[in-house]
């Protein structure tokens, strides 16, 4: 088991910025893929960015590429999502995810073992 906590969540006007941040219990969890994802009302829950076990790799959706950055801190445990220029679509419920077999590339959320109760962001226009 690995339990993720993330916080970080709120509402923000579009152009700005919020930092997630996910907390990992398990002293194996600085081995897991990390990944982040959302879902909008009425929308299937889709990727946003995931990191390599060492941190040395990561993917981004297109959508938030250039925007969104996922970075992780292994003696703390975290694993954090610094999102720029956030815009109305951004909008989301996001998840904290992780898993030790995955690829950083994997976009599909069934192949994550491990999630987060979510956060909610809200952006306004």
């Known amino acids: 088991q690995v339990p993720l906590v993330e916080s970080g969540g709120g509402l923000v006007q579009a152009g700005g910025s919020l930092r997630l941040s996910c907390a990992a219990s398990g002293r194996t969890s600085s081995t897991y893929v990390m990944g982040w994802f959302r879902q909008a009302p009425g929308k299937e829950r889709e990727f946003v960015a995931a990191?390599?076990?060492?941190?040395?790799?990561?993917y981004y959706a297109g959508s938030v590429k250039g925007r969104f950055t996922i970075s992780r801190d292994n003696a703390k445990n975290t694993v954090h999502l610094q999102m720029n220029s956030l815009k109305r679509e951004d909008t989301a419920v996001y998840y904290c995810a992780a898993d030790r077999l995955v690829a950083v590339t994997t976009i599909n959320p069934q192949a994550y073992d491990y999630w987060g109760q979510g956060t909610q962001v809200t952006v306004s226009s």
């Open positions: 990191i390599s076990w060492n941190g040395e790799s990561t």
